[in-house]
């Protein structure tokens, strides 16, 4: 399945090789979950190691490593959609974080909706089954 | 650090091991965000394999895979803290998941707050710089 069929189509074909890879890599990071601090959406979960989590603390706006380019991955540099940073959650056993923040053009995921602008989270489909996907 | 200061306390101690390991146990899991549907707040994430999704569609309950027990774990089966399915979303690479529940008693956590309850969020703490907490 390409690329674009996993992103625009309508087939659940689950990445299920992603955490593991990171473990190969000796990658040491936690899931962030990006949420909009206004409006509660969901946006995306990237993840972050202790350079990310401090460098998003320094700016406030969010940044994350990116465990494919095995680098630091500042979200919005190169597209402009930045995140800003409301506050920054850790959970009860301290093994993931939740960026609160306000996307400053709106979009978040590095996809388009059909009018070409990046979609507002990367969440944008259900499943109706274990096999199917709609849009919302 | 014990299990009482990273869960009650106010220093950062994050736990960057857990994904190496899921990933050196080869499980094949993705990470799952659990949001109340209706406040929009984000309770936790899990992991989820093909059976908990099966099992979570079937049920109309949010169901887990234990990455700790490596077992399934259908979230609120002992505490009666059971969390309601709403519907489920995927992100645009298809690597993870997003469960929108309704908690059926109001909690989430397996924490307690000062009252005895179980807590609606994992999340009631804020980083205030990197390396102390304050609670939310």
Redesign the interface.
């Known amino acids: 399945m390409d690329t674009s069929e996993?992103?625009e189509g309508t087939q659940?074909?689950?990445?299920?090789?992603?955490?593991?890879?990171?473990?190969?890599r000796?990658?040491?990071?936690?899931?962030v979950?990006l949420?909009h601090a206004e409006?509660?959406?969901?946006l995306?979960?990237g993840?972050a190691?202790?350079e990310a989590?401090?460098e998003t603390?320094r700016r406030r706006e969010a940044v994350l490593w990116s465990t494919s380019r095995d680098e630091l991955w500042h979200k919005g540099a190169t597209s402009g959609d930045r995140l800003d940073v409301v506050?920054?959650?850790?959970?009860?056993?301290?093994?993931?974080?939740?960026y609160r923040v306000v996307p400053r053009t709106g979009g978040a995921?590095?996809?388009k909706d059909a009018d070409g602008r990046a979609?507002k989270t990367?969440?944008?489909?259900?499943?109706t089954?274990?096999e199917e996907?709609e849009f919302?």
């Open positions: 996993r992103e659940l074909r689950l990445e299920f090789d992603k955490l593991g890879k990171i473990g190969a000796g990658q040491r990071v936690v899931p979950v949420q409006t509660g959406e969901v995306f979960v993840y190691n202790r989590l401090a603390l506050d920054v959650r850790v959970n009860c056993e301290q093994n993931s974080l939740l995921c590095h996809t979609r990367c969440y944008y489909r259900r499943l089954n274990a996907l919302v």
